[in-house]
């Protein structure tokens, strides 16, 4: 009775650090000034100066600074604790003219996100012969 009892408070234990952890994580504020145009998923941003937030768990909101445009995204955690390198980073993939903003990182493996393809990128990736430039961004305040 008394192993079932210590099983039992050792898991809760574990179940309220996870899930203060996660609510820690949601303190993400990240700032760049991007000096091109460029697209989150379907949405279009002008050059600017920007921030991203993290109002959820695997939602990032990208938001204009000068206009206050924003929007939400959809992102999924980094693949590889690779990714997670201790540089804050913005990442945006090119083809030609157009970019697209890959991936955000507060340097943390745990706060490193993947946005999501969007149809547009695809299509141009696909159309592409060669690998598209990565450029990154960062701004530490």
Known sequence: MKRILSVTAATLAICLIV?????????????????FAFSVKNQTFP??????????????RVSNLQNQASAFERVNPAQSRKEGNGRVRF?????????FLASVSDGS???????QISKEETQLANASPRKPVTIVSVKVE
């Open 91 to 99: 990442v945006f993939h090119r083809y030609d003219n157009e970019y």
């Open 47 to 60: 050059a600017g100066d920007y921030e991203v937030t993290q109002p959820m768990y695997l939602i990032l």
């Open 19 to 35: 899930t203060a952890a996660h609510a820690q994580s949601s303190n993400l504020r990240l700032r760049c000034h991007v000096p």
């Open 109 to 115: 493996w745990e706060s490193t996100y993947d946005f």
